[in-house]
């Protein structure tokens, strides 16, 4: 009895490691998701601004 004991122990114990390991990568994944969305669209915004000015600066005429 006792060694069944220790075995669902052992096995309850592995279980919540593995949960809280796979919650922190997913965690870590939805920050860094975050991060390269936010640096794509401030490296767009930054290009669109300097085509805009680029073009707004040419003379046509």
């Known amino acids: 009895m006792k060694d069944l004991t220790r075995y669902y122990w052992i096995r309850y114990t592995a279980s919540r490691e593995r949960d809280h390991e796979r919650g922190e990568v997913s965690a870590t994944t939805v920050v860094m998701a975050a991060a390269l969305v936010a640096l794509a669209i ?20």
């Not at 490296?43 to 300097?50: F, Q, Y």
């Open 42 to 61: 401030s490296v767009g915004a930054i290009i669109s601004t300097r085509v805009r000015e680029k073009a707004n600066s040419l003379n046509l005429g």
